[in-house]
Structures are given as C-alpha cells and as structure tokens.
C-alpha cells in the first residue's frame, strides 16, 4: 500500500535560518502531494500541495517540488520565524480508486523557532 | 464562513462505553473524512462520506461507525471503548467528492480520553 517517511524530529532552529524537511513516498501511479500544518490545539491546515511530477508548491515562503524520479517532496523554507513553529505533516492522496479517496500521512515533524 | 465544527472539544469515558462524536462540515461542502490522531500511530484514515454514502473505509474494527446526514453533518461512533482508543479524531471536509482533487478542511478535532 501507499506509504510516506518523513524526517524524524524534533528540529529546533534560530530565527532566519533555513529549513528542511525530508518526505519520501511508496505509490502506485502518479499520487497528489501534500504538505500540512498543526499548531497547538488546533487541526490541520493545508501548507502547498503538488498533483504532478516536477510541479512546486509554495505558499507562505515554503515551497516543495514533487520529485518523480526520487519519490520525494521535501519541504524547504529560506528564513523561518518564531511563528512557524508546528508540526508538519507530509501526505499523500493516492492514484488508485480507494486509495484516492483518503490521505496518508508521514510521522509528522516537531518543528521549533527560537528568537 | 465558519470552518469544520466538531463536538465535543474534550470528552472522558471509561472502558466499555459507547461515544458519539459530531462533525459540522463548512456550509455546502459535501465530502466529509474522518482521521484518527495518535502519538503511536500518527493520524491514520477512518472513513470518507459523500452524499450519505460510505465511499472508503479505513483498517479499524467494526467498533468504529460513522454516518453522514442529508445536510451533509456527520457523525462517528465508537462502541465497546479500549484504552487504545484515546487519541484525537480529526474531521475534515470538502466541497466536492474528494476523490476528484478537491481540497480537505480539518476540524479542530475531539479529543477523547478513556480511563
């Protein structure tokens, strides 16, 4: 079945410096990709999403390219800031009939800003 | 426009009981999923409804049951509670059938303790 791996927290960074977050996936077919967001107590808010090889999301200074030939889609950011700090989840929505009709989520990873 | 609403927020039950939780889906929005949150298990598919219909259903024992209304809320029942039960069980709505591209909004979650 469909499977995501992602980075293992918890990263912790100063303010300003660069982010990486690592996703790998297992699919059949060509899978939709996305990258969510938790803050405390609240539910999931969708980050970027990408829904064909070499296409890049972006939204909020976060950006991520849906790598085909490596099953990746890891999630970067230039500058972070003390309000980036969540967990980020890495999904995806699959290419065959039931498996498109839900997500599968990576581990999530902790992230942390200090100022 | 209000978001997902889910109800309870917080709830407590003890082993052996049954809970129902309540998911509000945003105004027109058709598709209702449930996920299930845990710290072990991470979020993992329940079921996905579309127009009244059960459309895919995740690996979790019959204990777990769900059903969409005509004005498209939801509701998910567990019976026969276990301790592993605990965790936070997210809703998450869109406007249309999921299964063709449409973007998911989550509910803030209910959290559910059982002792």
């Known amino acids: 079945g469909d499977s995501v791996t992602q980075m293992e927290g918890p990263v912790t960074l100063s303010e300003e410096a660069f982010l990486t977050i690592n996703c790998t996936y297992t699919?059949?077919?060509?899978?939709?990709l996305f990258w969510y967001v938790q803050y405390p107590g609240e539910g999931l808010q969708l980050l970027l999403k990408a829904t064909k090889a070499d296409d890049k999301g972006s939204n909020k200074g976060f950006e991520a390219t849906y790598r085909k030939e490596t099953t990746s889609f890891h999630l970067e950011k230039g500058s972070v800031q003390v309000s980036d700090s969540a967990v980020y989840f890495c999904?995806?929505?699959?290419?065959?009939?039931?498996?498109?009709?839900?997500?599968?989520f990576g581990s999530g990873t902790q992230l942390t800003v200090l100022p | 426009k209000a978001g997902v609403t889910q109800t309870p927020r917080y709830l407590i039950k003890t082993r052996g009981q049954q809970v129902t939780l309540s998911c509000s889906p945003i105004s027109g929005h058709r598709s209702v999923s449930w996920y299930q949150q845990t710290p072990g298990q991470g979020l993992q598919f329940l079921f996905e409804y579309f127009s009244e219909t059960q459309r895919n259903k995740g690996n979790f024992p019959g204990r777990f049951s769900g059903r969409q209304f005509s004005n498209s809320r939801s509701e998910m029942n567990v019976s026969t509670l276990e301790l592993g039960d605990s965790a936070l069980y997210l809703c998450a709505s869109s406007l249309g059938d999921f299964a063709t591209n449409e973007k998911l909004f989550f509910g803030s979650g209910t959290q559910l303790s059982v002792l």
């Open positions: 999904a995806l929505r699959g290419f065959l009939v039931d498996s498109a009709r839900q997500l599968t």
């Open positions: 699919a059949t077919g060509y899978p939709s």
